[in-house]
Nanobody, 124 residues
Framework: QVQLVESGGGSVQAGGSLRLSCAAS????????MGWFRQGPGKEREFVAH????????SYADSVKGRFTISRDNAKRTVLLQMNSLQPEDTAVYYC?????????????????WGQGTQVTVSS
């Protein structure tokens, strides 16, 4: 069992930055890949970024590549998402997720556990 709690969301103007944090509990956290997804108003939940268990491999959606950075600190049981150059289209609820058995990090089905989400609103 893994429990995830996101924090760090808020409202910013276009061009601003936010850092999301995901606090994890559960003894299997360290061995799992982790991901961030987001769901904008009226949209499907979509993949944003993933990081493997030791932080040596990451991937990003094309829409955030070069602007967002995912990282993890296994000792502190946290996963971070640094978001720079935010745009109105980044407005969404952001979810942290813990990976499952298969390494399908780019799909919702590849994750076993989800947080409750944190709202990010970017105004123009």
């Amino acid at each position: 069992q893994v429990q995830l709690v996101e924090s760090g969301g808020g409202s910013v103007q276009a061009g601003g930055s936010l850092r999301l944090s995901c606090a994890a509990s559960g003894r299997t956290f360290i061995s799992r890949y982790m991901g961030w997804f987001r769901q904008g108003p009226g949209k499907e939940r979509e993949f944003v970024a993933h990081i493997n268990w030791n932080g040596e491999s990451t991937s990003y959606a094309d829409s955030v590549k070069g602007r967002f950075t995912i990282s993890r600190d296994n000792a502190k049981r946290t996963v971070l998402l640094q978001m720079n150059s935010l745009q109105p289209e980044d407005t969404a609820v952001y979810y942290c997720a813990a990976g499952g058995q298969g390494y399908q990090y780019y799909t919702r089905s590849g994750y076993d556990y989800w947080g409750q989400g944190t709202q990010v609103t970017v105004s123009s």
